[in-house]
């Protein structure tokens, strides 16, 4: 039973960091495709990163060159760490991962994810 637990949200001012953390059991992630997704109140929820069983990642445009996504393999995890932090970025944090081992970008569909935790910034 494929089982992703996130963690390390929590609050802070515009401008602070965060680093989240997506740790794995059931299963290897060293060929999933992994994304890191996230849910305002009465907002859709959109895609944030996502990243590439051998490396290669992307960002949504309103993070790019503030988050960056990670993995580690041998230690099953997901990391994502987030700089410059701004109230917009407020939301429920979600890992989610897929077995794909070519093809990452043309995933639609993640079937495994995290219960998420909670990033609040506060201007």
């Known amino acids: 039973q494929v089982q992703l637990v996130e963690s390390g949200g929590g609050s802070v001012q515009a401008g602070g960091s965060l680093r989240l953390s997506c740790a794995a059991s059931g299963t290897t992630l060293r060929t999933y495709c992994m994304g890191w997704f996230r849910q305002a109140p009465g907002k859709e929820r959109e895609e944030v990163a996502r990243i590439a069983y051998s490396g290669p990642t992307r960002y949504a445009d309103s993070v790019k060159g503030r988050f960056t996504i990670s993995r580690d393999n041998a230690k099953n995890t997901l990391y994502l760490q987030m700089d410059s932090l701004r109230p917009e970025d407020t939301a429920m944090y979600y890992c989610?991962?897929?077995?794909?081992?070519?093809?990452?970008?043309?995933?639609?569909?993640?079937?495994?994810w995290g219960q998420g935790t909670q990033v609040t910034v506060s201007s």
């Open positions: 989610a991962g897929e077995p794909q081992l070519w093809g990452c970008f043309s995933v639609s569909e993640f079937n495994y």
